[in-house]
T-cell receptor
Framework: AQSVTQLDSHVSVSEGTPVLLRCNYS??????LFWYVQHPNKGLQLLLK??????LVKGINGFEAEFKKSETSFHLTKPSAHMSDAAEYFC???????????FGGGTRVLVKP | GAVVSQHPSWVICKSGTSVKIECRSL??????MFWYRQFPKQSLMLMAT?????????EQGVEKDKFLINHASLTLSTLTVTSAHPEDSSFYIC?????????????FGDGTRLSIL
């Protein structure tokens, strides 16, 4: 069985400051991990993915995440937050077969001007 | 551009009505699609896995007679909420992945906001 824990339900940052969204996972397999962003009343947009290649993954919009197997973590970071980054972020782990996804509880990011 | 199209975006209807939601993969074939439900300020909850040409696989606690899934072609899955009631009001989202590739990112539709009066 697999599970995902997002350690913060809400994160508030000032525009131009770094953003850190924390994610820990458990999986019986070598996992594939994803970060998705969801804006209000919208579907999910893929930010980045880890699929057993480089442990530091760069995504869209300046986001990146580092896979740390020893810590079972996949934290998402961005050096400088923009107002448009205000949204809900989901850390997701994928089963080895079948592409079935398990979602974290989500982290809502608020960006203050 | 969008690779998964979901329709309609919003539905408001009376209690007892059945509502059909469509999920289409636009530029790829998808033997498997997924249907999720999302309550306000909560994460996505997988409802069922839609399998082209065969029966859907439902998650525990999801009523298969209430939420009918049909995956008649490699690019279309439909979710029908039968005899909908106010407690069925929610945000429903589908996803699909490119056929034959495991651990690939899923592409999500924009969701359907269902409001039952």
């Amino acid at each position: 069985a697999q599970s995902v824990t997002q350690l913060d339900s809400h994160v508030s940052v000032s525009e131009g400051t770094p953003v850190l969204l924390r994610c820990n996972y458990s999986s019986s397999y070598s996992p594939s991990l994803f970060w998705y962003v969801q804006h209000p009343n919208k579907g999910l947009q893929l930010l980045l993915k880890y699929t057993s290649a480089a442990t530091l993954v760069k995504g869209i919009n300046g986001f990146e995440a580092e896979f740390k197997k020893s810590e079972t973590s996949f934290h998402l970071t961005k050096p400088s937050a923009h107002m448009s980054d205000a949204a809900e972020y989901f850390c997701v782990v994928s089963e080895a077969a079948g592409n079935k996804l398990t979602f974290g509880g989500g982290t809502r990011v608020l960006v203050k001007p | 551009g969008a690779v998964v199209s979901q329709h309609p975006s919003w539905v408001i209807c009376k209690s007892g009505t059945s509502v059909k939601i469509e999920c289409r993969s636009l530029d790829f074939q998808a033997t498997t699609m997924f249907w999720y439900r999302q309550f306000p300020k909560q994460s996505l909850m997988l409802m069922a896995t839609s399998n082209e040409g065969s029966k859907a696989t439902y998650e525990q606690g999801v009523e298969k007679d209430k939420f009918l899934i049909n995956h008649a072609s490699l690019t279309l899955s439909t979710l029908t909420v039968t005899s909908a009631h106010p407690e069925d009001s929610s945000f429903y989202i589908c996803s699909a992945g490119r056929q034959g590739v495991v651990n690939q990112p899923q592409h999500f539709g924009d969701g359907t906001r269902l409001s039952i009066l």
